[in-house]
């Protein structure tokens, strides 16, 4: 299996300031298409995750442009470019690249 | 607009079996995946399997073998996990989660969540 590991495990953070998430797979996960399926999701609390981020780097459909995501292979990095009180919850990234589909720990954003 | 309705909560004793259903709607059924996630309380995030639910294919993760069942009913666009053998460590969140288009063959996203169902095992 893929093994997902983020960094860091809590990120307390200014409100206005920038956050960075990083995600490390234990394969390149790119896949024998070309395509690199490494996802985002934001689980705010008490809620289900929501899907920010796909194939890297790709906003789905009413993402803010604060987030943005880059990387390729085996590392990769989720950036929040000014935080806001509602980007507050745990950030997972997950790759599909291969089965068994897994998911990296999962990130604290938090407000300082 | 895309949704995904599940059951409601559920309390099970150690050796039960439990079946979540998921209906949806918004979307042609037959033409996307269908995920299932399951979250422990106060952890992190873990795949069980996925069904397709044009021909009712599955492919479970290696840790649910045996004890999982994933199965749709395309006339009222619902999908079912059932998990049997249950025991406390199986207390979670289980959400089924839409994927990508099944005639694509690949997984891009997990695009639309339900809002889960809790399974608590206890005796």
């Known amino acids: 299996d893929i093994v997902m590991t983020q960094t860091p495990l809590s990120s307390p953070v200014t409100l206005g300031q920038p956050a960075s998430i990083s995600c490390r797979s234990s394969?390149?996960?790119?896949?024998?298409?070309?395509?690199?399926?490494l996802s985002w999701l934001q689980q705010r609390p008490g809620q289900p995750p929501r899907l920010l981020i796909y194939k890297v780097s790709n906003r789905f459909s009413g993402v803010p442009d604060r987030f943005s995501g880059s990387g390729a292979g085996t590392d990769f990095t989720l950036k929040i470019s000014r935080v806001e009180a509602e980007d507050v919850g745990v950030y997972y990234c997950t790759q599909a690249t291969q089965f068994p589909l897994t998911f990296g720990g999962g990130t604290k954003v938090e407000i300082k | 607009q895309v949704h995904l309705v599940q059951s409601g909560a559920e309390v099970k004793k150690p050796g039960a079996s439990v079946k979540v259903s998921c209906k949806a709607s918004?979307?042609?059924?037959?033409?996307?995946?269908m995920h299932w996630v399951r979250q422990a309380p106060g952890q992190g995030l873990e795949w069980m399997g996925i069904i397709n639910p044009s021909g009712g294919s599955t492919s479970y993760a290696q840790k649910f073998q045996g004890r999982v069942t994933m199965t749709r009913h395309t006339s009222t666009s619902t999908v079912y996990m059932e998990l049997s053998s249950l025991r406390s460590e199986d207390t979670a969140v289980y959400y089924c989660?839409?994927?990508?288009?099944?005639?694509?063959?690949?997984?891009?996203?997990?695009?639309?969540w339900g809002k889960g169902t809790t399974v608590t095992v206890s005796s």
């Open positions: 394969q390149s996960l790119v896949h024998s298409d070309g395509n690199t399926y």
């Open positions: 918004g979307y042609t059924f037959t033409s996307y995946y």
């Open positions: 989660t839409r994927g990508d288009i099944a005639a694509a063959g690949t997984h891009c996203y997990m695009d639309v």
